[in-house]
């Protein structure tokens, strides 16, 4: 089984932007829905937006809606979270997720998990 590597983390100010990715090693990412959840301190993971293996279909959460978008290149194996207007209730260690075939918004559905990486909103 492959890997994904999260990275592109850092701390950033309210209304910065970040641009955080997902790449895979030893497995196509064409093949796979791409999901990015999230984890703050002290609270549950949340799911924060899913793409399709064409990148045909995508689903947000109310909470980014219209300040997150999820690109990939599939001949590069990567998949980007553009974090636009951040916020720092968007801080949080962000980690992506693979699975075959359709998209969910539902965490266990993901055999394939990144590290995770550290975004911090602050002033």
């Known amino acids: 089984q492959g890997e994904l590597v999260d990275s592109g983390g850092g701390l950033v100010h309210p209304g910065d932007s970040l641009t955080l990715s997902c790449t895979a090693s030893g497995l196509a990412l064409e093949y796979y829905a791409i999901a990015w959840f999230r984890r703050a301190p002290g609270l549950a993971q949340e799911f924060v937006g899913t793409?399709?293996?064409?990148?045909?279909?995508?689903r947000y959460a109310d909470s980014v809606k219209g300040r997150f978008t999820i690109s990939r290149d599939n001949t590069d194996n990567t998949v980007y979270l553009q974090m636009n207007s951040l916020k720092p209730e968007d801080t949080a260690v962000y980690y992506c997720?693979?699975?075959?075939?359709?998209?969910?918004?539902?965490?266990?559905?993901?055999?394939?998990w990144g590290q995770g990486t550290q975004v911090t909103v602050s002033s």
């Open positions: 793409v399709s293996w064409n990148g045909g279909v995508s």
């Open positions: 997720a693979a699975k075959l075939t359709t998209v969910s918004i539902y965490s266990h559905e993901y055999p394939i």
